[in-house]
């Protein structure tokens, strides 16, 4: 297995135009993240999903915001009408079911809004 | 307050020698600890991972997490230039993990 890989790795966008990245996680973990991180800042929970449920959404995630996962498998982040603020790197991560939560994180997508 | 607060530097060490990086925390539900290590626009990468208080050991780097003071910290010994990086300090108390802002670390040859 090659771990979590996204795609694309970089995407240059205009205000308002919208945009969809994808995640293939490791294929034996159920658990699934979504992150953004700003410059010089950790990354920020956005979402989680559990095989194909998305379980948890955090109030970062507006309404502009959707994230699906079809099948329990790969994932995908949309974001309509994008925005300078929206900006960021985004992050994969995915983890076995269990106690542990040992995230694995992908290499992300950085985001440019112009 | 932050849930974690983390100090972002940057560090600044000559090779060899022994860093000192350390997370305090607010939430007494948080049960795991992370470490995670990040170059500059790559994906963050595990570097440890702890449960209880106590030392875990991996190689040149030991995680310390002490429960009752809400502190955890990660030695690197024998500091090389390749450790140059931001490492993060990252906890969970259920599926949602929340991350320090991470310390820059540079090692000069």
């Known amino acids: 297995d090659t771990g979590v890989s996204q795609d694309p790795r970089h995407k240059i966008t205009k205000r308002g135009q919208n945009v969809t990245f994808r995640c293939d996680p490791i294929?034996?973990?159920?658990?699934l993240y979504w992150y953004r991180q700003t410059l010089g800042q950790g990354p920020e929970f956005l979402t989680y999903?559990?095989?194909?449920?998305?379980?948890?959404k955090s109030r970062l995630l507006s309404d502009r915001f959707s994230a699906e996962r079809p099948k329990g498998s790969f994932s995908t982040l949309e974001i309509q009408r994008t925005e300078q603020g929206d900006s960021a790197m985004y992050l994969c991560?995915?983890?076995?079911?269990?106690?542990?939560?040992?995230?694995?994180f992908g290499p992300g997508t950085r985001l440019t809004v112009t | 307050q932050k849930e974690v607060e983390q100090d972002p530097g940057p560090l600044s060490v000559p090779e060899g020698a022994i860093v000192s990086l350390n997370c305090t925390y607010s939430n007494s539900a948080f049960q795991y600890f992370m470490w995670y290590r990040q170059y500059s626009r790559k994906g963050p990468e595990l570097l440890m991972y702890?449960?209880?208080?106590g030392n875990k050991e991996d190689g040149r780097f030991t995680a310390q997490v002490d429960k009752s003071s809400k502190y955890i910290s990660l030695f690197i010994r024998d500091s090389q230039p390749s450790d140059s990086a931001t490492y993060l300090c990252?906890?969970?108390?259920?599926?949602?993990?929340?991350f320090g802002a991470g310390t820059r670390l540079f090692v000069k040859a």
């Open positions: 999903f559990q095989n194909e449920a998305q379980l948890e």
């Open positions: 991560a995915s983890s076995s079911s269990g106690s542990t939560n040992e995230q694995y």
């Open positions: 990252a906890m969970t108390g259920g599926f949602k993990t929340i």
């Open positions: 294929s034996e973990h159920n658990r």
């Open positions: 702890t449960y209880s208080s």
